[in-house]
């Protein structure tokens, strides 16, 4: 069973712009944190943003002021606007639901590759 169904990654320029979006149940997206994680080739998984069920978001250094996360309350979806993008952001991004360490969600994953 699917969970959350990431869409929106691809091959953009320096300095270019994506939207990802992952869309999930109604009962996941009005009681689970939704948060991004990204992981590079040959590097650890790494946080990006978060956003609770009350729309209050928090993001990685790497991102401030590039990334915005929102949600769509009508579409139980969630978007990470991504602009100003470099090299240094391709990777596989990946949407995750928690509630508890025990209980959580993962997305299949989406590239964003950024050509410089």
């Known amino acids: 069973q699917v969970h959350l169904v990431e869409s929106g990654g691809g091959l953009v320029q320096t300095g270019g712009s994506l939207r990802l979006s992952c869309a999930t149940s109604k009962t996941i997206f009005s009681i689970y944190t939704m948060r991004w994680y990204r992981q590079a080739p040959g590097k650890q998984r790494e946080f990006v943003a978060a956003?609770?069920?009350?729309?209050?978001?928090s993001y990685a250094d790497s991102v401030k002021g590039r990334f915005t996360f929102s949600r769509d309350n009508a579409k139980n979806t969630v978007y990470l606007q991504m602009n100003s993008l470099n090299p240094e952001d391709t990777a596989v991004y990946y949407c995750?639901?928690?509630?508890?360490?025990?209980?959580?969600?993962w997305g299949q994953g989406t590239q964003v590759t950024v050509s410089s």
């Open positions: 995750n639901a928690m509630r508890s360490k025990w209980d959580e969600y």
């Open positions: 956003i609770t069920v009350t729309g209050t978001t």
